[in-house]
């Protein structure tokens, strides 16, 4: 049972351009909400975190989206950059427990 | 300060061999997990450590998988009779306490079985 769904799975922009990536959790203890990037062969590093309590976080070119009531949130990256092109995985969790991870958006960033 | 670090980044065996991976926390960090991403997936949990303590093991597909923490440091997962569909990349992470939520992530190993 996929605890939390991403779509789209694949995305592609002009640079500029502000790719926008969705995520649906089931699990109302959940209250921790990172986002992590993965470059090819590296591991997931952290972009954005984000707890319940808030609508909205931006950090830089990040903006993360929260929805508390329908269960969702989302990843808005403003002006992105060639070099933004990765895979960006959501994620949620409780305090003292695993992450549950998304399957993962590949965004390609065209110059 | 030096990351998570993983050896070997890369193992090739055979089926049914023995294998060992090795994750390096980053120091002063209590809590350690492990996961395993499959080609096109998200990283899936497989356990992790409080301390020397395994405080939840639920994710271990099977027996043939085990991992240890002897000293509170360092981290062994061990895999057993390795078949096929073990081949992935096992991800190590660790985080200062277990009730801090973010994790810091190593670079991987990826395994191969033959």
């Known amino acids: 049972q996929q605890q939390v769904k991403q779509s789209p799975q694949s995305l592609i922009v002009q640079k500029g351009g502000i790719p926008i990536i969705n995520c649906a959790y089931e699990?109302?203890?959940?209250?921790?909400f990172p986002w992590y990037q993965q470059f090819p062969g590296k591991g997931p590093a952290l972009l954005i975190a984000i707890r319940p309590d808030v609508s909205e976080k931006k950090e830089g070119r990040f903006t993360i989206s929260f929805n508390k009531s329908a269960k969702q949130f989302s990843l808005h990256i403003m002006d992105s950059q060639p070099g933004d092109s990765a895979t960006y995985f959501c994620a949620a969790s409780k305090v003292r427990n695993q992450f549950y991870f998304g399957t993962g958006t590949s965004l390609t960033v065209i110059p | 300060g030096a990351g998570v670090s993983q050896t070997p980044s890369n193992k090739v065996t055979e089926k049914g061999k023995y294998v060992e991976l090795r994750c390096d926390p980053i120091s002063g960090h209590t809590a350690l997990y492990w996961y395993r991403q499959s080609l096109g997936q998200g990283p899936e949990f497989l356990i992790y450590?409080?301390?020397?303590?395994?405080?939840?093991d639920s994710g271990l597909p099977n027996d043939r998988f085990f991992a240890v923490r002897p000293e509170g440091s360092v981290s062994t997962l061990k895999i057993q009779r390795t078949e096929r569909g073990d081949s992935a990349v096992y991800l190590c992470?660790?985080?200062?306490?277990?009730?801090?939520?973010?994790?810091?992530f190593g670079p991987g190993t990826r395994l191969t079985v033959l």
């Open positions: 699990n109302t203890a959940f209250d921790y």
């Open positions: 992470a660790s985080s200062p306490t277990v009730s801090y939520n973010e994790q810091f």
């Open positions: 450590f409080q301390g020397t303590g395994a405080a939840d």
